[in-house]
């Protein structure tokens, strides 16, 4: 039975084309330029190959490259946070909804994570942050991130339905028994995945058609007392 809804921050709680990702993008390939002294196209070619063969470009760094973490993660989310997002009442109300508590699982630094829920309005709704420094640095889709925060949850993955934009981190995590759920424009059926939303908020629907499959009457809104995760 599901206890933990785990959401992926970036491209999942807000559209795609809010561009948060893509001012992201662009820094990470400025990074490679001005710290690492790489050419524009060969800091484009390079994040593109690391992107595809670890899932970040910060993966590939660590496993090939002496880099700094933090200062990569503090240089590439220097972005514009607050001017690309508004507060998100559709899914504040569904958040609140939820049978389940909400739990975010990022491959973002918690700064930035911070950031984007405070621009939604929904950082009331998320007790429990997991980030990559949380994760050891380690990222989705690497099965020993789903097992961090599995053994912090102390929990199975069956118990945990996964809202994330990337398939891959989907089918990742259906490999754990995790109930998934892609979401955004590119969301299709496909191997991995038990559900397709449009956006974050339709997972209220999401969350209805479950609780009827397990038999159990719907619950009224959680408690969105803060806590630190």
């Not at 001005?34 to 390079?46: D, F, I, Y």
Request: charged share 25%.
């Amino acid at each position: 039975m599901i206890q933990y809804a785990l959401f992926d921050l970036d491209d999942t709680l807000y559209p795609r084309d809010a561009g948060v990702l893509r001012a992201i993008g662009g820094r990470i390939e400025e990074y490679l330029v001005v710290r690492m002294g790489m050419a524009p196209e060969e800091a484009a070619r390079l994040r593109a190959e690391y992107r595809s063969r670890y899932g970040t470009t910060l993966a590939g760094l660590l496993a090939h490259h002496a880099v700094d973490a933090d200062d990569y993660l503090a240089y590439v989310h220097a972005v514009p946070v607050e001017s690309l997002l508004r507060p998100d009442a559709a899914l504040a109300a569904a958040l609140g909804a939820l049978p389940w508590e909400p739990v975010i699982f990022t491959n973002s630094d918690r700064a930035h994570t911070e950031r984007v829920l405070n621009a939604l309005g929904v950082r009331r709704h998320f007790a429990r942050i997991f980030d990559i420094r949380d994760m050891g640095y380690r990222q989705k889709p690497d099965p020993l991130a789903y097992r961090h925060v599995l053994a912090a949850l102390g929990v199975p993955g069956s118990a945990c339905l996964f809202v994330d934009d990337s398939l891959v981190n989907l089918q990742a995590g259906k490999a754990w028994q995790m109930t998934t759920v892609w979401v955004g424009p590119d969301a299709a059926p496909a191997e991995g995945v038990d559900y397709c939303i449009a956006q974050a908020a339709d997972i209220a629907s999401i969350a209805a058609r479950i609780r009827v499959q397990e038999g159990l009457p719907q619950r009224r809104a959680r408690s969105n007392a803060k806590r630190d995760g």
